[in-house]
C-alpha cells in the first residue's frame, strides 16, 4: 500500500528554518521531520512511499539520491573505472521512494491529483510532511475497511497553547488548567483513502482541505479516527524547538520503532 506524504509547501511561518530548505527537510534531533514519518509508517509495515515535491523539491531529491553515502561508511575507487563499495546497513533497508515533482505552487488537492497515475492499490495512505503521531497505522488502516467508505481522517483532541482560566464572580480566579484538552476534535493529517478520492480533485488550485473533504462529509464518504495519542505538527520556530527537546530528552512519543 502507497504512502502519499505531502512536501511541497513553502512553511512561511517556519522561515527560520525554511528559508534555504523544505519544512520536510527541517531536523528534529538530527534527522529530517520526513525520516520521522517515514520511520512511523515503516515501524507498521508500509515501506512503499510516494512524495509530492514542491518547494525546493531538489533538496528532498539530493538527499535520497546521497541517503547511502550518508548513512554508510563506504570505499571509492577514483578513476575511470569508478565504483563505490558500502559497507554495513542502515536501518531503512528495502523503503521504495518516488519522488513526484507537483509544482512550485500547486495546492495539496493538486498535488494528490498529480500522483495518481503513483498510486495502483484501491486504498492508499496521505499524510503531511510536517506533523509526528504515535497512531497505530495498521489499526487505523483496518478501521478504515470495516466502514467501507471513500475516507478516513485521524482526527485528535488539539490542545490549547495557553492556560485557561475559570472566573468565578468578582473576578476570583476559580480554576486554572495549564494547556488544556479540548473536547473537540482536530484534523491531524494521516489518512486512508480509496482511489474515489481522485473524482473529487481538481486541478492545481484545489485545496484538499476544502471542497473535496467537505463534499465527502456531505456525501457520506468521510469517517474519522479517533486518536488518544500524541500528535504533534511542526507549523512555528516555537514548536520546532519543542520537538527537538523532545527528542533530546528521550520523550519523544512518537519514537515508536526500534
Given at each position: 500500500m502507497k504512502v502519499v506524504i505531502l512536501c511541497g509547501g513553502l512553511g512561511t511561518r517556519l522561515r527560520e528554518e525554511t528559508e534555504f530548505r523544505p519544512k520536510p527537510m527541517v531536523e528534529v534531533g538530527g534527522r529530517p521531520i520526513l525520516w520521522h514519518i517515514m520511520k512511523t509508517y515503516a515501524h507498521h509495515g508500509f515501506r512503499d512511499f510516494v512524495l509530492c515535491l514542491?518547494?525546493?523539491?531538489?533538496?528532498?531529491?539530493?538527499?535520497?539520491?546521497?541517503?547511502?553515502?550518508?548513512?554508510?561508511?563506504?570505499?571509492?575507487?577514483?578513476?575511470?573505472?569508478?565504483?563505490?563499495?558500502?559497507?554495513?546497513?542502515?536501518?531503512?533497508?528495502?523503503?521504495?521512494?518516488?519522488?513526484?515533482?507537483?509544482?512550485?505552487?500547486?495546492?495539496?488537492?493538486?498535488?494528490?491529483?498529480?500522483?495518481h497515475r503513483y498510486v495502483a492499490d484501491d486504498t492508499f495512505l496521505l499524510t503531511y510532511g510536517d506533523g509526528v503521531s504515535d497512531v497505530d497505522i495498521r489499526s487505523l488502516v483496518e478501521f478504515h475497511k470495516s466502514h467501507g467508505k471513500i475516507a478516513t481522517v485521524t482526527s485528535v483532541s488539539p490542545v490549547s497553547r495557553f492556560g485557561m482560566l475559570d472566573l468565578a464572580h468578582g473576578d476570583r480566579v476559580r480554576k486554572f488548567t495549564e494547556k488544556p484538552i479540548s473536547e473537540g476534535w482536530m484534523n491531524a493529517g494521516y489518512f486512508v483513502?480509496?482511489?474515489?478520492?481522485?473524482?473529487?480533485?481538481?486541478?492545481?488550485?484545489?485545496?484538499?482541505?476544502?471542497?473535496?473533504?467537505?463534499?465527502?462529509?456531505?456525501?457520506?464518504?468521510?469517517?474519522?479516527?479517533?486518536?488518544?495519542?500524541?500528535?504533534?505538527?511542526?507549523?512555528?520556530?516555537?514548536?520546532?524547538?519543542?520537538l527537538n527537546d523532545l527528542w533530546g530528552t528521550g520523550e519523544a512519543p512518537w519514537r515508536v520503532w526500534a
Open positions: 514542491g518547494y525546493r523539491g531538489n533538496t528532498i531529491k539530493d538527499y535520497f539520491l546521497n541517503y547511502e553515502a550518508m548513512n554508510n561508511d563506504f570505499s571509492i575507487c577514483l578513476g575511470q573505472k569508478s565504483q563505490i563499495c558500502y559497507h554495513g546497513s542502515h536501518n531503512e533497508q528495502g523503503y521504495s521512494v518516488t519522488l513526484a515533482d507537483t509544482g512550485i505552487d500547486s495546492m495539496t488537492g493538486g498535488r494528490i491529483h498529480r500522483i483513502l480509496n482511489r474515489e478520492i481522485f473524482d473529487y480533485l481538481g486541478g492545481d488550485d484545489c485545496i484538499f482541505e476544502r471542497e473535496p473533504l467537505e463534499r465527502l462529509a456531505a456525501d457520506g464518504q468521510l469517517m474519522a479516527y479517533r486518536h488518544r495519542g500524541f500528535f504533534y505538527a511542526m507549523d512555528t520556530f516555537r514548536e520546532y524547538q519543542h
